[in-house]
């Protein structure tokens, strides 16, 4: 081994040898280079002997030798305050790249408020009515022109509906829905009022099956109709690939009014999303998909999804908030939203005083995946709604050849009406659920509330009809609208109290029944840890 150290001992001095060798050189170099001293004595040796022409070329020699050494100081500079700069740690480049996202986000928002102020000026600034005007709402509706009439004369500032004037349609697209149903070669379907329910359950799986390919589960069927019957907005949820978004869409290719689908954008913060806004530059408003289907469906009787998809990637509460309170206004009739501020006489033709109805003919949507980049639906939102999970595939199955049909509203509204007043909670089962309204406030401190009672009062007898059981209905709807609370509870802390709900459900449902609440409870059990 004294061998091997002596030889290891003598291999390293050789190589740091060497290496101090350069180093020591490069630094007497260096030094050599900047030897100003060495430079003037070599210079006093020569200039006696220098001619007048000699003078001159040392002079512009040492000139560009100068200008050459100080640029390649500035290089090295640069070049070193170039590579500090940037060198920026990994997390504080990430916080940049959001800080940029986040000021796009600001500018786009900004150029909105930007239009809707220069709107707002330019209507402060524009004309109002007078005589040479009335001789342009000579084509309006008998209706439009004493609203507009009335508004002028006297009423409050706060109702007044300014009238404009202006020489090109301010919604192309809505007037253009207008023409193709005003058309008189225009003829509507002749719909099938003789389907029941559970035949249009039977019949929507048979026909995805057969012809798009697309297999679920009837339980699901039974679900997603029954919820068409209580509420307008219903909510996928699930992992992706499970049908989340095929499912509605298939539905309209299913009844011959093909669903429209919204793909939500991570920047959506208001309701100009979805209903579009005016361009003042262009005198002209902007129309989305979304207010054309909400337009277009006052004139035919069918149903229309619109397909919210990836609905939580933004704040659905931000941009649907406007909708939310609509569609939960108790009386229809009053179910308008506001488009425009003003009126005009070339204005579509459903549009009154810049407001359009929301129709009933429409039902909404929403598709979500719960990651991290998603943001959580809020519970007023979930509350409005009706949830449905889709967590995984359904098998194959031999289906049928079905055929597309067409499906009118109003026979779905009867259908409905009647299944409600046909299949209505037992008085046993009222008993049951004010007993556990009970216990849960009791024991957790929640409440089944109005809203979720009405929901299951109508949800109920829908999903009997469409071939389902009672239990089966009050099941599901326990579990996605009141045992989803249970997770902002805080698990860990009510974990003991879950299998005494789970005893309580046994002893006063049976062993038999609620099985989707035993299996959700069993899931937020393992959730806190047990």
Known sequence: MDAFFYYFYNFMRSIFGHIWNVLVAIKDAIFGIFDVRYYM?????????LSPLGWVAAIIVHILLIALLALFVFLIWKGLKVLFRFKVPVVEYEKMKDEVVT??????????????????????????????????????????????????????????VEVVETKEKRFPRLSAVDLYYKNPDYQPPEYDNTITLEELCINFRNYAASRLGL????????????????????????????????????????IQNPSVICSVQPSWRDRTELFGYYNDFTKKYTETDFLKTIYEAHYYESPRIVILDEMNIARVEYYFAEMLSILELPREEERYVSIVSSTAANDPEQMKEGKIWIPNNIWYVGTINNDDSTFAVADKVYDRAIPIDLDDRAEYFEAPDTEPMYLSYKHMEKLYQEAKEKYP????????????????????????????????????????????????????????????KFESLGLGFIRDELDSLVVYLNHEFGNENMRISKEYLARLKKMSGN
């Open 215 to 254: 297999y679920y589960d009837l339980e699901v069927m039974k679900q997603t109709f029954a919820s068409f019957g209580a509420a307008k907005m219903l909510i996928f949820q699930g992992i992706s690939g499970t049908g989340k978004t095929s499912l509605p869409y298939a539905f309209g290719q299913f």
């Open 41 to 49: 004595e070599l210079f006093n040796t020569y200039k006696d002997d």
């Open 103 to 160: 000021l796009k986000r600001e500018i786009m928002k900004a150029n909105y408020e930007k239009d809707k102020i220069l709107a707002m000026k330019i209507s402060e600034l524009g004309m109002k009515a007078d005589p040479d005007l009335l001789d342009t709402l000579e084509e309006v509706p008998e209706t439009e022109g004493k609203s507009a009439e009335n508004t002028n004369e006297g009423a409050d500032d706060e109702n007044k």
């Open 425 to 484: 909670i037992s008085e046993e089962n009222l008993i049951l659920l004010d007993k556990l309204d009970k216990y849960l406030i009791e024991h957790f401190r929640l409440t089944f509330g109005n809203r979720i009672m009405r929901q299951m009062k109508e949800f109920v007898p829908c999903y009997v009809a469409c071939g389902g059981t009672e239990i089966d209905g009050i099941d599901f709807m326990f579990a996605k609208k009141i045992l989803r």
